[in-house]
Nanobody, 119 residues
Framework: VQLQASGGGLVQAGGSLRLSCASSESIFSINAMGWYRQAPGKQRELVAVIRSGGSTNYADSVKGRFTISRGNAENTVYLQMNNLKPDDTAVYYC??????????????WGQGTQVTVSS
């Protein structure tokens, strides 16, 4: 299974971007889908997560500005980012936690997409 993230780019502060992530194939079951980010010199951090039941959690720094959602297509997840700030500049990674079969848990990662916010 490969996760393909897209939608990153260069945007001015206050602008918006929408990140997309799709799985290359079906996943047996999914517990959660999320977005993480890693800025230069910093650790990777959770940005937002959506669980199979629909509940969501966000990093405090993005609450009220970012929205995570699942697509109608199987195994897709989006991150709508509004009012972007220079501190949001990072490589964004999508993540899926689930099972490839009834017995084997998996933690899948996408390749990352660069988001750069200019001041």
């Amino acid at each position: 299974v490969q996760l393909q993230a897209s939608g990153g780019g260069l945007v001015q502060a206050g602008g918006s971007l929408r990140l997309s992530c799709a799985s290359s194939e079906s996943i047996f079951s999914i517990n959660a889908m999320g977005w993480y980010r890693q800025a230069p010199g910093k650790q990777r951090e959770l940005v937002a997560v959506i669980r199979s039941g629909g509940s969501t959690n966000y990093a405090d720094s993005v609450k009220g500005r970012f929205t995570i959602s699942r697509g109608n297509a199987e195994n897709t997840v989006y991150l709508q980012m509004n009012n972007l700030k220079p501190d949001d500049t990072a490589v964004y990674y999508c993540n899926v936690q689930g099972y490839s079969d009834p017995w084997t848990s998996q933690n899948y990662w996408g390749q990352g997409t660069q988001v750069t916010v200019s001041s």
